[in-house]
């Protein structure tokens, strides 16, 4: 799963649509210079971050590092207000002749815009979702903590601006939210209690360091971080005892919000029948490939005992980081030795615990610098570890999740050629926009296919193994695709059929397929990782058909990830000129 840095982890959901990938004031240029098109994107991204001044930090435009998001009713209203001017801008803009790679940029903006509309006017996330209150104060102010791009003691002062709005945006959850779903308020609890542990333990301890001989900084800091340490635990009560009694509410979207929302964030309006039927096909497919596998794996056992034959080799709770710490360097000389992309640094990401405020749901992530971040490019992957409260049992199935074939497979999908090489290519992304959105069908869509090519392509030696810990990971993303849609198009519930379902049709966990299906219910449409995968294998072979004898994998993974994370609809625009072809 990627997360360039934790903006899709714990964002407000009004921006959980619009599939950003960083953050600045800036538009696109055209090989001709500045263009009308330019101007628009300029405004449009800047009132983006204004409306979201975290995610500038977190793009590398530190003007907005003092500066916290402002979630009153008020503000979402001017928020929606602004988006429809700029839309009708948009529209005005598009129905002239623009030039090829604004026409690329415009069609980007215009899914944002209309996402993130529907997001606020339609499913309504800013009323019915209290994670992304309760996770902005963690991750706006790690934002600050961990990358060194200005004095310890400067980045202490915004840390101590930022965290006198925390208390607003907590009182703004509490009169926001009306009836969420339960499954959205136990996440909220999850998140709300680690952020009280994190400010009293890791954000004061940082503090202190940074504060130097600077005793004054300090004191500033100290007095608003306990006034937030009370702030965070009352709203945690509050979400306990107040909040969670009343959770009754559906997180179900409908069809025609979840058809709308595939369509504006990735560009792809199969109808749902249709849509589902090739999810169960290719759940199917992978199904019998697992079987089979399994088969090779541990003869004359069953497909379960299988996978619990691999599952039984996995690290400790103390041992888990350095585990994956250890995969990370074989993943990318194999991309070398075989030439299947070019790598074009040698620094590493740094292997760490994802963030406690961050623990919703994800078992390993990539977090990023943003594209303009010039001083502190350091990228974070986040494994997660279990939780100090959880029962043995609990602990076991987790920790069964990062077996060592699993970890190989995971750590492909996240760093090499996954999520880590994409922000290696970010600037040579053709244009500032396309630094700054992505489509969930290609950012997921590429790790997830990298996954895939790297087992065909031999990594681990052509292990059995590790064939079928990618294959498990290939259908823990159709059973998304299924869950997703049955959720909340079909009245698919979590506890029961959606669990059941990643645990039966998957050989999931129990508690890990709960997660899952829990995922689903605030990630309606995380469809778009078997999705993607299956439009970007189309896509190469529509282009190894178009190039014919000139044909060359490496070539054609050089020239994929160099464009952005655009939809596959526009994907081909580029890769493919002139072609009338599907994406499917």
């Known amino acids: 799963m990627q997360l360039t840095p934790l903006r899709r982890l714990v964002v407000f959901a009004t921006l959980l649509g619009t599939a950003t990938l960083a953050a600045a004031c800036g538009g696109t240029e055209s090989s001709a210079g500045p263009t009308a098109f330019a101007s628009f994107a300029d405004s449009y991204f800047d009132s983006l971050y204004t409306f979201a001044p975290s995610q500038g930090t977190a793009a590398g435009f530190h003007q907005y590092d003092s500066k916290i998001e402002d979630f009153s009713a008020p503000a979402e209203q001017h928020r929606i207000a602004t988006l429809k001017t700029q839309l009708a801008h948009l529209d005005s803009l598009r129905g002239g002749k623009l030039a090829v790679d604004d026409s690329i940029d415009a069609a980007m903006i215009d899914g944002a815009i209309r996402s993130e509309l529907q997001d606020l006017e339609v499913i309504r996330s800013w009323k019915t979702n209290p994670m992304g209150y309760a996770g902005l104060a963690g991750n706006a102010v790690d934002l600050l903590m961990k990358r060194n791009f200005s004095s310890p003691v400067e980045r202490l002062k915004a840390v101590t601006s930022r965290l006198r709005g925390i208390p607003a945006v907590l009182a703004a959850m509490r009169a926001n939210i009306e009836n969420p779903p339960k499954e959205f308020t136990d996440l909220s609890i999850q998140i709300a209690e680690g952020s009280v542990g ?39 009560v509050w979400l306990k005892t107040d ?30 029948d249709r849509l589902l039927a090739l999810g169960e096909a290719n759940l199917q497919k992978d199904v019998d490939d697992f079987i089979a596998t399994a088969k090779v794996v541990a003869p004359g056992k069953t497909p379960q005992e299988a996978m619990a034959s691999i599952e039984s080799d996995h690290p400790t ?38 963030p406690p405020y961050a623990r919703n749901g994800s078992f390993a992530s990539m977090d990023s610098p943003g594209a303009y971040e010039t001083k502190a490019t350091e990228a974070f992957y986040y494994v997660t570890p279990p939780e100090k409260n959880w029962d043995a049992k609990h602990i076991e199935e987790h920790l069964r999740s990062f077996n060592r074939s699993e970890m190989d497979i995971t750590t492909v999908h996240e760093t090499y050629p996954g999520h880590y090489l994409q922000f290696l290519y970010v600037h040579q992304f053709p244009t500032k926009t396309r630094k700054l959105l992505a489509a969930s069908s290609n950012a997921e869509g590429w790790a997830h296919y990298g996954e895939q090519m790297m087992v065909e392509e031999g990594f681990g030696n052509h292990d059995p193994k590790i064939h079928l810990a990618q294959l498990g990971d290939a259908l823990l993303r159709d059973c998304r695709w299924v869950v997703g849609m049955k959720e909340h198009t079909q009245g698919l519930s979590v506890e029961d059929g959606g669990k059941e379902y990643f645990a039966k049709k998957c050989f999931q966990e129990p508690s890990n397929g709960f997660e899952e299906a829990r995922r689903g219910a605030y990630n309606p449409t995380y469809l778009y990782y078997t999705l993607g995968k299956l439009e970007i294998y189309k896509l190469r072979a529509d282009y190894q058909k178009a190039k014919g004898s000139a044909y060359s994998l490496r070539e054609f993974h050089n020239e994929f990830v160099k464009q952005g994370s655009l939809p596959l609809k526009l994907m081909r625009r580029i890769m493919l000129p002139g072609d009338k072809g599907s994406v499917l």
Not at 224 to 232: E, G, I, K, L
Not at 259 to 265: G, P, R, T
């Open 317 to 354: 709770a103390a041992n888990l980081i350095e585990r994956a710490r250890a995969t990370v360097e074989g993943a990318r000389q194999f991309l070398i030795d075989k030439k299947i992309v070019d790598v074009p640094s040698e620094v590493l990401p740094i292997v760490t615990e994802t």
């Open 198 to 236: 994190f400010f009293k333990g890791d954000v004061a301890k940082w503090a202190k360091e940074s504060a130097g001989a600077d005793t004054a900084a300090l004191q500033a800091f100290t007095l608003v971080n306990d006034s937030v340490v009370a702030a965070m635990q009352s709203a945690a």
């Open 243 to 272: 909040l969670k009694p009343r959770s009754k509410g559906s997180y179900a979207i409908g069809a025609k919000a979840f058809a709308d929302k595939l369509m504006y964030d990735e560009m792809v309006d199969i109808p749902l």
